[in-house]
T-cell receptor, first 114, second 114 residues
Framework: GDSVTQTEGLVTLTEGLPVMLNCTYQTIYSNPFLFWYVQHLNESPRLLLK?????KRTEHQGFHATLHKSSSSFHLQKSSAQLSDSALYYCALSDPTNTGKLTFGDGTVLTVKP | EAAVTQSPRSKVAVTGGKVTLSCHQT?????MYWYRQDTGHGLRLIHYSYVADSTEKGDIPDGYKASRPSQENFSLILELASLSQTAVYFCASSYRGDSGNTLYFGEGSRLIVV
Protein backbone atom coordinates (compact mmCIF):
# COMPACT_ATOMS: atom_id res chain seq x y z
CA GLY A 1 0.00 0.00 0.00
CA ASP A 2 0.88 3.67 0.00
CA SER A 3 3.29 5.05 2.57
CA VAL A 4 4.75 8.42 3.56
CA THR A 5 8.01 8.84 5.44
CA GLN A 6 8.96 11.87 7.46
CA THR A 7 12.43 11.20 8.78
CA GLU A 8 12.54 13.87 11.47
CA GLY A 9 10.21 13.50 14.40
CA LEU A 10 11.39 16.73 15.98
CA VAL A 11 13.12 19.76 14.50
CA THR A 12 14.26 22.66 16.64
CA LEU A 13 15.39 25.90 15.02
CA THR A 14 16.32 29.41 15.94
CA GLU A 15 14.08 32.14 14.60
CA GLY A 16 15.29 33.47 11.26
CA LEU A 17 16.99 30.28 10.13
CA PRO A 18 15.71 28.32 7.13
CA VAL A 19 13.27 25.44 7.53
CA MET A 20 13.37 22.16 5.67
CA LEU A 21 11.13 19.25 6.60
CA ASN A 22 11.66 16.05 4.68
CA CYS A 23 8.97 13.95 3.05
CA THR A 24 9.32 10.93 0.79
CA TYR A 25 6.59 8.61 -0.37
CA GLN A 26 5.86 5.27 -1.96
CA THR A 27 2.88 4.58 -4.18
CA ILE A 28 1.99 2.39 -7.11
CA TYR A 29 0.22 5.30 -8.77
CA SER A 30 1.99 7.52 -11.28
CA ASN A 31 -0.02 10.67 -10.51
CA PRO A 32 -0.33 11.12 -6.78
CA PHE A 33 -1.38 14.31 -5.03
CA LEU A 34 0.93 15.35 -2.20
CA PHE A 35 -0.08 17.56 0.69
CA TRP A 36 1.36 19.32 3.71
CA TYR A 37 -0.99 19.81 6.65
CA VAL A 38 -0.12 21.90 9.70
CA GLN A 39 -1.51 21.47 13.19
CA HIS A 40 -0.89 24.11 15.82
CA LEU A 41 -1.16 23.27 19.50
CA ASN A 42 -4.71 22.44 20.55
CA GLU A 43 -6.00 22.94 17.03
CA SER A 44 -7.03 20.61 14.25
CA PRO A 45 -4.94 19.91 11.12
CA ARG A 46 -5.45 22.27 8.22
CA LEU A 47 -4.11 22.28 4.69
CA LEU A 48 -0.90 24.24 4.15
CA LEU A 49 -0.22 23.40 0.51
CA LYS A 50 -0.66 20.68 -2.06
CA UNK A 51 0.74 19.68 -5.42
CA UNK A 52 0.10 17.37 -8.31
CA UNK A 53 2.54 18.68 -10.90
CA UNK A 54 6.03 17.25 -11.20
CA UNK A 55 8.90 19.73 -10.67
CA LYS A 56 6.61 22.69 -10.06
CA ARG A 57 7.13 24.83 -6.95
CA THR A 58 4.00 25.41 -4.86
CA GLU A 59 3.90 28.24 -2.32
CA HIS A 60 1.58 29.31 0.47
CA GLN A 61 2.02 31.47 3.55
CA GLY A 62 5.78 31.71 3.08
CA PHE A 63 6.25 27.96 2.77
CA HIS A 64 7.05 26.17 -0.46
CA ALA A 65 7.45 22.63 -1.71
CA THR A 66 8.24 20.98 -5.04
CA LEU A 67 7.01 17.55 -6.01
CA HIS A 68 9.85 15.50 -7.47
CA LYS A 69 8.50 12.23 -8.84
CA SER A 70 11.97 11.06 -9.81
CA SER A 71 12.96 10.93 -6.16
CA SER A 72 9.45 10.53 -4.71
CA SER A 73 9.96 13.56 -2.54
CA PHE A 74 7.92 16.58 -1.42
CA HIS A 75 10.05 18.48 1.08
CA LEU A 76 8.65 21.54 2.85
CA GLN A 77 10.82 24.65 3.00
CA LYS A 78 10.75 28.19 4.28
CA SER A 79 13.53 30.74 4.00
CA SER A 80 13.21 32.20 7.50
CA ALA A 81 11.50 30.53 10.45
CA GLN A 82 9.14 32.50 12.68
CA LEU A 83 8.05 31.72 16.21
CA SER A 84 4.50 31.23 14.94
CA ASP A 85 5.68 28.39 12.68
CA SER A 86 6.03 26.14 15.70
CA ALA A 87 3.58 23.31 15.04
CA LEU A 88 3.15 19.70 13.97
CA TYR A 89 3.55 19.22 10.22
CA TYR A 90 2.15 16.26 8.32
CA CYS A 91 3.03 15.19 4.82
CA ALA A 92 0.25 13.22 3.14
CA LEU A 93 -0.40 11.29 -0.06
CA SER A 94 -3.74 11.04 -1.77
CA ASP A 95 -5.24 7.86 -3.11
CA PRO A 96 -5.91 8.80 -6.74
CA THR A 97 -8.75 6.32 -7.11
CA ASN A 98 -11.24 8.99 -6.05
CA THR A 99 -11.86 7.80 -2.54
CA GLY A 100 -10.33 10.98 -1.20
CA LYS A 101 -8.37 8.94 1.31
CA LEU A 102 -5.13 10.40 2.56
CA THR A 103 -2.16 8.47 3.90
CA PHE A 104 -0.29 10.57 6.42
CA GLY A 105 3.30 10.45 7.57
CA ASP A 106 4.06 10.27 11.27
CA GLY A 107 4.51 14.03 11.45
CA THR A 108 7.35 16.40 12.32
CA VAL A 109 7.16 18.69 15.32
CA LEU A 110 8.80 22.00 14.47
CA THR A 111 9.84 24.16 17.40
CA VAL A 112 11.17 27.65 16.66
CA LYS A 113 13.05 29.37 19.47
CA PRO A 114 13.93 33.05 19.84
CA GLU B 1 -18.15 29.29 12.47
CA ALA B 2 -16.85 25.74 12.51
CA ALA B 3 -18.10 23.65 9.60
CA VAL B 4 -17.15 20.29 11.11
CA THR B 5 -18.12 19.85 14.74
CA GLN B 6 -17.46 16.88 16.95
CA SER B 7 -18.98 15.74 20.21
CA PRO B 8 -18.00 15.05 22.84
CA ARG B 9 -14.75 17.01 22.78
CA SER B 10 -13.43 14.95 25.62
CA LYS B 11 -14.50 11.70 27.24
CA VAL B 12 -13.32 9.23 29.83
CA ALA B 13 -14.67 5.74 29.22
CA VAL B 14 -14.45 2.49 31.14
CA THR B 15 -12.84 -0.55 29.56
CA GLY B 16 -15.53 -2.69 27.96
CA GLY B 17 -17.99 0.16 27.76
CA LYS B 18 -19.59 1.56 24.63
CA VAL B 19 -18.46 4.90 23.22
CA THR B 20 -20.04 6.91 20.43
CA LEU B 21 -18.25 9.86 18.87
CA SER B 22 -20.40 12.11 16.73
CA CYS B 23 -19.54 14.38 13.85
CA HIS B 24 -21.68 16.96 12.08
CA GLN B 25 -20.68 18.95 9.01
CA THR B 26 -22.32 21.92 7.35
CA UNK B 27 -19.98 21.99 4.34
CA UNK B 28 -22.43 20.07 2.18
CA UNK B 29 -19.60 17.63 1.50
CA UNK B 30 -20.11 14.16 0.17
CA UNK B 31 -17.23 12.40 1.87
CA MET B 32 -16.58 12.04 5.57
CA TYR B 33 -13.73 10.37 7.44
CA TRP B 34 -12.68 9.30 10.91
CA TYR B 35 -8.97 9.49 11.71
CA ARG B 36 -7.15 8.54 14.84
CA GLN B 37 -4.15 10.52 16.07
CA ASP B 38 -1.44 9.00 18.24
CA THR B 39 1.92 10.47 19.05
CA GLY B 40 4.48 8.96 16.69
CA HIS B 41 1.87 7.38 14.42
CA GLY B 42 0.44 10.37 12.70
CA LEU B 43 -3.14 10.27 11.51
CA ARG B 44 -4.58 6.89 10.60
CA LEU B 45 -7.84 6.31 8.78
CA ILE B 46 -10.43 4.22 10.61
CA HIS B 47 -13.60 4.46 8.50
CA TYR B 48 -14.91 6.70 5.77
CA SER B 49 -18.11 7.22 3.86
CA TYR B 50 -19.01 8.26 0.31
CA VAL B 51 -22.70 8.72 0.87
CA ALA B 52 -25.38 8.46 3.50
CA ASP B 53 -26.22 4.94 4.71
CA SER B 54 -22.90 3.57 3.48
CA THR B 55 -19.52 3.23 5.18
CA GLU B 56 -16.15 1.81 4.17
CA LYS B 57 -13.29 0.39 6.18
CA GLY B 58 -10.11 2.40 6.37
CA ASP B 59 -6.66 1.23 7.34
CA ILE B 60 -7.32 0.39 11.01
CA PRO B 61 -11.04 -0.54 11.32
CA ASP B 62 -10.73 -3.30 13.92
CA GLY B 63 -12.62 -2.48 17.09
CA TYR B 64 -14.58 0.34 15.47
CA LYS B 65 -17.88 0.68 13.67
CA ALA B 66 -19.20 3.67 11.76
CA SER B 67 -22.62 5.00 10.90
CA ARG B 68 -23.65 7.64 8.34
CA PRO B 69 -27.38 8.23 8.78
CA SER B 70 -27.38 11.42 6.72
CA GLN B 71 -25.02 13.48 4.58
CA GLU B 72 -24.29 15.75 7.53
CA ASN B 73 -23.70 13.19 10.26
CA PHE B 74 -21.06 10.52 10.73
CA SER B 75 -20.54 8.58 13.96
CA LEU B 76 -17.75 6.38 15.21
CA ILE B 77 -18.76 3.61 17.59
CA LEU B 78 -16.57 1.66 19.95
CA GLU B 79 -18.74 -1.25 21.12
CA LEU B 80 -16.21 -2.53 23.67
CA ALA B 81 -13.70 0.18 24.46
CA SER B 82 -10.16 -0.93 25.21
CA LEU B 83 -7.12 0.78 26.69
CA SER B 84 -5.42 0.77 23.30
CA GLN B 85 -8.18 2.99 21.92
CA THR B 86 -7.08 5.93 24.04
CA ALA B 87 -6.31 8.60 21.44
CA VAL B 88 -7.51 11.79 19.81
CA TYR B 89 -10.10 11.21 17.10
CA PHE B 90 -10.63 13.59 14.21
CA CYS B 91 -13.56 13.70 11.87
CA ALA B 92 -13.06 15.28 8.46
CA SER B 93 -15.05 16.00 5.34
CA SER B 94 -14.22 16.67 1.71
CA TYR B 95 -16.24 17.82 -1.28
CA ARG B 96 -15.76 14.64 -3.23
CA GLY B 97 -13.24 11.87 -3.36
CA ASP B 98 -11.23 13.68 -5.99
CA SER B 99 -7.54 13.27 -5.34
CA GLY B 100 -6.75 16.91 -4.83
CA ASN B 101 -9.61 17.82 -2.61
CA THR B 102 -8.87 19.32 0.77
CA LEU B 103 -9.89 17.60 3.97
CA TYR B 104 -11.57 19.84 6.54
CA PHE B 105 -11.09 18.60 10.06
CA GLY B 106 -13.21 18.95 13.15
CA GLU B 107 -11.80 20.05 16.48
CA GLY B 108 -11.01 16.56 17.66
CA SER B 109 -12.36 14.31 20.40
CA ARG B 110 -9.96 13.22 23.12
CA LEU B 111 -10.86 9.76 24.41
CA ILE B 112 -9.28 8.24 27.47
CA VAL B 113 -10.14 4.64 28.26
CA VAL B 114 -9.44 3.55 31.84
Amino acid sequence: GDSVTQTEGLVTLTEGLPVMLNCTYQTIYSNPFLFWYVQHLNESPRLLLKSFTDNKRTEHQGFHATLHKSSSSFHLQKSSAQLSDSALYYCALSDPTNTGKLTFGDGTVLTVKP
Amino acid sequence: EAAVTQSPRSKVAVTGGKVTLSCHQTNNHDYMYWYRQDTGHGLRLIHYSYVADSTEKGDIPDGYKASRPSQENFSLILELASLSQTAVYFCASSYRGDSGNTLYFGEGSRLIVV
